[in-house]
């Protein structure tokens, strides 16, 4: 498969066919007995690292192994907000990388990602929350992130239908213009595309159900379908981070919650931004296919069930419903929810494992879709030459043990 597949002259050329001879966009491989190296988790942390550790490194002959259907985990479940308004420099710095590898992105796969910049804001309910915002804006533009502060009147001059008496009074709020969203499953497809094209082998229904480590080193896969002998690994599975890393005999710091989000009915375009709003973390945006995208936070409790709740429904519900009354008789049209995993202090691990040659991509919580084309960046580099790349060396798991944390919680106010 070439990248010319999806020129004009090749689609004018399947048209004359009636479209039924395009090739499968990858190939659904069987698992080889050995690879170079292997990658856990087939969601868009996973594949954007094979695809970079093929095309920036020339490791070709790897694998990324699948439990389910690649994007299935929470790269095809989450809302899609795409940003890079965190507060210490270490972060700024990567969440910009990853923004800016979104911003070439389409073009890089020659795959429409659906990227659009519509903007996100984050609003301030009270004094403490407009003083934490204004301070988030003057960090993120020292650190060379794009961000404006505006009052309740410029808020709602660029925001039109903001309920004019809410519960929670807007006095302000933060916008990235460069944020916005882009289309999930397209980001998973987009990546698997471009591996696929350039040798890795993806394999989905193949679940890891343990790690050979020998003398601390990292040996062999076992899997559903078979063991699979590799000198390196690398885990991207997101909320069972801690059963994988279980299996090779360490502790993470990470807890594991569901987090839900809902789609309205599609209705006709009524919203051209995305919106938080941290009083009751609801937050939301409009597809293109009008569907009003709806998050809010975690469940309270630490879990591995993958389903949506009534009270979590009933909570966003009304925190939609503050900001916007009008949408009161729209209906509910899907809910569900994904397993993220949970750091304390809200900054992923990218790096080193306690077993050489096994390497970690894990706590991006609820915020690692905007981070996918910089994690599999960072994470490819880090796999190919066994040390962090410049940009990940601060998230290292060594933090927990040094007390260099990077606590986003408090700092940004990003509290998963
Ligand atoms: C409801 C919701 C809303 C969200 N909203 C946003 C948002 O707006 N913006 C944002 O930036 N982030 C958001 N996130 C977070 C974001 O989706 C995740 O951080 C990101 O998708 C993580 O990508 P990943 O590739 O690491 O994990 P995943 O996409 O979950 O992929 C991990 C994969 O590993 C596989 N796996 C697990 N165990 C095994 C095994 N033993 N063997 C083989 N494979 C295995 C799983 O099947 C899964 O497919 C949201 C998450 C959820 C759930």
């Known amino acids: ?34 690879y ?22 020339g490791m070709t002959n790897i694998a990324v192994l699948e439990a389910g259907w690649i994007g299935g985990g929470n790269t095809g479940r989450n809302t899609t907000v795409i940003r890079s308004n965190y507060f210490f420099p270490e972060s700024t710095a990567f969440y910009n990388f990853s923004l800016k590898l979104y911003e070439g992105l389409s073009r890089e796969l020659n795959y429409n990602i659906m990227f659009s910049q519509r903007g996100m804001w984050v609003l301030a309910h009270d004094r403490h929350g407009s003083d934490m915002l204004r301070r988030s804006a003057n960090a993120m533009r020292l650190n060379g992130a794009d ?30 213009h460069r944020g916005g969203t882009a289309r999930h ?41 078979g063991r699979i002998s590799t000198g390196k690994v690398g885990l991207a599975v997101a909320g069972h981070s801690s059963v994988l890393a279980k299996m090779a ?10 987090l839900q989000a809902f ?47 009534l009270p979590m429904m009933e909570h966003a519900a009304a925190g939609l419903l503050d900001l916007f009354p009008q949408f009161s008789r729209m209906r509910f049209l899907r809910q569900w929810a994904g397993i993220v995993d949970i750091m304390h202090d809200s900054t992923p691990v990218v790096g080193h494992s306690p077993v050489d040659s096994l390497y970690l991509n894990c706590g991006w919580g609820t915020g690692g879709f905007k981070a996918i084309p910089g994690g599999g960046y960072c994470f490819a580099h880090t796999i190919a030459n066994d040390r962090p790349h410049e940009l990940t060396a601060p998230f290292s798991l060594q933090r927990f043990e040094t007390g260099a944390l990077i606590d986003e919680a408090s700092a940004s106010g990003i509290a998963h």
Not at 156 to 176: M, S, T
Not at 303 to 308: E, P, V
């Open 185 to 225: 499953d397209a980001v998973a497809w987009g990546y698997a595309r471009g591996a696929d094209a350039l040798g890795v082998d993806i394999i989905q229904n193949c679940t890891v159900t343990g790690l050979d480590v020998q003398r601390g080193k990292i040996q062999a896969v076992e899997t559903s379908r």
């Open 147 to 176: 961000a404006d502060y505006y009052d309740e009147a410029g808020v709602r001059k660029q925001i039109p239908g903001l309920n004019p008496a809410p519960r929670y009074p807007i006095l302000g709020g933060l916008v990235q």
């Open 263 to 309: 789609v309205s009915e599609p209705v006709k375009p009524v919203l051209d931004t995305v919106i938080l709003a941290p009083s009751t973390g609801v937050y939301l945006s409009q597809s293109d296919k009008g569907e009003l995208v709806i998050g809010a936070g975690l469940d309270h409790y630490a879990s591995y069930a993958q389903r949506g709740s």
């Open 1 to 34: 498969m070439t990248r010319r597949d999806y020129s004009a002259a090749a689609i004018f050329k399947h048209g004359l066919s009636h479209h039924k001879n395009w090739k499968p966009v990858w190939q659904d491989s069987d698992p080889k007995p050995s």
């Open 36 to 57: 170079d190296a292997v990658i856990v988790g087939g969601g868009g942390h996973g594949l954007a690292t094979s695809f970079y550790l093929a095309k920036n490194h």
């Open 249 to 258: 005999g360490f502790r993470l710091p990470i807890v594991s919650y569901a």
